[in-house]
């Protein structure tokens, strides 16, 4: 199946309509995962492929009875990646399934699409993901109905809203984005002190590993902050946002550099955040990055 985002269905959770006995192994290749340090790029790589993806198309799943393999973005697989799916994508096996997403079909492989069902998936109801939320993850009623309608009814991004709450990183975010925008090119290296600062206060392992971790979940939620900015700078009309209490710092942010500076930093952050899942000195990462983002900054 290929799912045509459109309006977007985020992590597709809306997207798992196959029949299935028992439950399902999910197998989740995306963009910049990490199968080794050296790993490089924001792209889906043909070891993905071959590492996680063909070896189970020969091995008869030892729980449940489906392996359904979600390939997020797909658009980004490179051409090594795709050539290695076509095959098993045309004849899987009896008990696996493949999930396509992708905001553009255009951008993949004609042997790619051509070996999918289209589907194209919006937003779910804001009152049916508001019930969702307080089903599944116990949510007050309120606060899941404040959560529904801030997503946008994309169930990906309103799960991340809701980790972000539970984690307390959200309040972390929107104070640090209050900083943010109105920090000057010169207060580059400060501005990563209290960022290194914020991750360190959100982690829950102790360890390289652990600090590690909880700096690449927060510049990933930075990149998310910078696509709202770079969202303000370039449409007037109605959007979802990414960090929807940061709005403000996000607007005033957008009004200090154009379009062109905010689509580098998002992308810039992304790039961070890989190379610190990676073996990257994690100082030098964020050091880099601020001074980047706060430079030419008006």
């Given at each position: 199946?290929?799912?045509?985002?459109?309006?977007?269905?985020d992590e597709c959770l809306?997207?798992?309509?196959?029949?299935?006995?028992?439950?399902?192994?999910?197998?989740?290749?995306?963009?910049?995962?990490?199968?080794?340090?050296?790993?490089?790029?924001?792209?889906?790589?043909?070891?993905?492929?071959?590492?996680?993806?063909?070896?189970?198309?020969?091995?008869?799943?030892?729980?449940?009875?489906?392996?359904?393999?979600?390939?997020?973005?797909?658009?980004?697989?490179?051409?090594?990646?795709a050539d290695a799916l076509?095959?098993?994508?045309?004849?899987?096996?009896?008990?696996?399934r493949f999930l396509l997403?992708?905001?553009?079909?255009?951008?993949?492989?004609?042997?790619?699409?051509?070996?999918?069902?289209?589907?194209?998936?919006?937003?779910?109801?804001?009152?049916?993901?508001?019930?969702?939320?307080?089903?599944?993850?116990?949510?007050?009623?309120?606060?899941?109905?404040?959560?529904?309608?801030?997503?946008?009814?994309?169930?990906?991004?309103?799960?991340?809203?809701?980790?972000?709450?539970?984690?307390?990183?959200?309040?972390?975010?929107?104070?640090?984005?209050?900083?943010?925008?109105?920090?000057?090119?010169?207060?580059?290296?400060?501005?990563?002190?209290?960022?290194?600062?914020?991750?360190?206060?959100?982690?829950?392992?102790?360890?390289?590993?652990?600090?590690?971790?909880?700096?690449?979940?927060?510049?990933?939620?930075?990149?998310?902050?910078?696509?709202?900015?770079?969202?303000?700078?370039?449409?007037?009309?109605?959007?979802?946002?990414?960090?929807?209490?940061?709005?403000?710092?996000?607007?005033?942010?957008?009004?200090?550099?154009?379009?062109?500076?905010?689509?580098?930093?998002?992308?810039?952050?992304?790039?961070?955040?890989?190379?610190?899942?990676?073996?990257?000195?994690?100082?030098?990462?964020?050091?880099?990055?601020?001074?980047?983002?706060?430079?030419?900054?008006?």
């Amino acid at each position: 199946m290929l799912c045509e985002q459109g309006t977007g269905c985020d992590e597709c959770l809306s997207c798992r309509r196959f029949e299935s006995d028992g439950h399902p192994d999910f197998v989740s290749i995306y963009p910049g995962q990490k199968l080794d340090p050296d790993d490089k790029g924001d792209s889906i790589q043909i070891k993905a492929i071959r590492r996680l993806v063909l070896p189970r198309a020969t091995t008869v799943p030892s729980s449940g009875k489906r392996v359904v393999v979600l390939i997020r973005e797909a658009e980004r697989m490179l051409p090594g990646a795709a050539d290695a799916l076509l095959k098993t994508l045309e004849e899987p096996p009896p008990w696996m399934r493949f999930l396509l997403t992708t905001e553009n079909a255009d951008r993949l492989p004609s042997t790619i699409v051509s070996r999918c069902s289209p589907i194209s998936v919006g937003p779910v109801a804001v009152v049916e993901l508001a019930q969702g939320l307080v089903d599944k993850f116990e949510v007050a009623e309120e606060e899941a109905k404040r959560i529904a309608a801030e997503s946008g009814g994309h169930p990906g991004r309103a799960f991340r809203l809701l980790q972000d709450r539970q984690t307390g990183l959200a309040d972390e975010m929107v104070a640090f984005a209050s900083a943010f925008a109105q920090a000057k090119p010169i207060q580059a290296l400060a501005l990563g002190e209290s960022f290194r600062a914020l991750a360190d206060s959100c982690r829950e392992e102790d360890g390289e590993k652990g600090g590690r971790l909880a700096m690449a979940q927060c510049v990933d939620m930075l990149a998310r902050f910078l696509r709202d900015v770079m969202h303000f700078s370039v449409r007037k009309e109605p959007f979802v946002l990414e960090i929807p209490r940061a709005a403000a710092f996000a607007k005033a942010l957008s009004e200090r550099a154009p379009v062109c500076h905010w689509t580098a930093s998002a992308a810039a952050a992304i790039e961070a955040r890989n190379a610190i899942f990676g073996n990257a000195t994690v100082r030098l990462q964020i050091d880099a990055l601020f001074t980047r983002v706060l430079t030419n900054l008006a």
